[in-house]
């Protein structure tokens, strides 16, 4: 059974600050995603990681993939209250997506 | 133009009765799922359908059954609520690729 572990769960960051999220799943994966959560509101794709050195970039946040050391990393540069939500990524195996246990992101001013 | 919808969004219910929930996606996608998430935000796969089939049907009490009545659409009936199926609920819909999800039914069950 795939197993998904992020770290840290919660986290808070001072507005300007750079901080990076990592995701370790224990099996081979088809791909990865990441999802961004606001407080009581549905999961929004962010990224899909296709292959091992995968790199995605979208605006303030970057994505990376490394299968071999089954590692993703959602990298946070110069930090603004917007990006404030919960974060999950998520291994696709088998057409099943399994989620991390979020990270919770707080941009303090 | 809402892609993926539900209904409820919001489910408070007692002990022991039944309820539905519905989800519908104007996505053309051939795939359907149903999350839970629990109060720690914890989100698991329940139930995946392909085209009206199901194709993922993981250790989910059989007090829940969803019901495909054509690849539109995937709902979700539960038999005889418990207190621990208190959570959200999120259908999504993809087709081979990114999953795209509904708003959410927050089911409370009393």
């Known amino acids: 059974e795939l197993k998904v572990e992020q770290n840290p769960l919660f986290l808070s960051m001072q507005e300007g600050k750079n901080y990076t999220i990592y995701c370790n799943y224990s099996t081979t994966s088809d791909r990865l995603y990441w999802y961004r959560q606001d407080p009581g509101k549905s999961l929004e794709s962010l990224f899909v990681l296709l292959s091992n050195g995968a790199v995605k970039q979208e605006g303030r946040l970057m994505a990376s993939l490394d299968t071999k050391a089954r590692l993703s990393t959602l990298h946070i540069t110069a930090a603004v209250h917007d990006l404030s939500a919960t974060y999950f990524c998520a291994p696709l195996l088998d057409e099943k997506l399994t989620f991390g246990t979020g990270t919770r992101l707080t941009i303090i001013p | 133009d809402t892609a993926v919808s539900q209904t409820p969004k919001y489910l408070v219910t007692q002990m022991g009765n039944d309820k539905s929930i519905k989800c519908e996606q104007n996505l053309g996608h051939d795939t359907m799922y149903w999350y839970k998430q629990d109060s720690k935000k914890f989100l698991k796969i329940m139930f995946s359908?392909?085209?009206?089939?199901?194709?993922i049907n993981e250790t989910v009490p059989n007090r829940f059954s969803p019901k495909s009545p054509d690849k539109a659409h995937l709902n979700l009936h539960i038999n005889s609520l418990e207190l621990g199926d208190s959570a959200v609920y999120f259908c999504?819909?993809?087709?081979?690729?990114?999953?795209?999800f509904g708003p959410g039914t927050r089911l409370t069950v009393l």
């Open positions: 359908y392909n085209n009206k089939e199901l194709i």
């Open positions: 999504a819909s993809s087709s081979r690729g990114t999953q795209y």
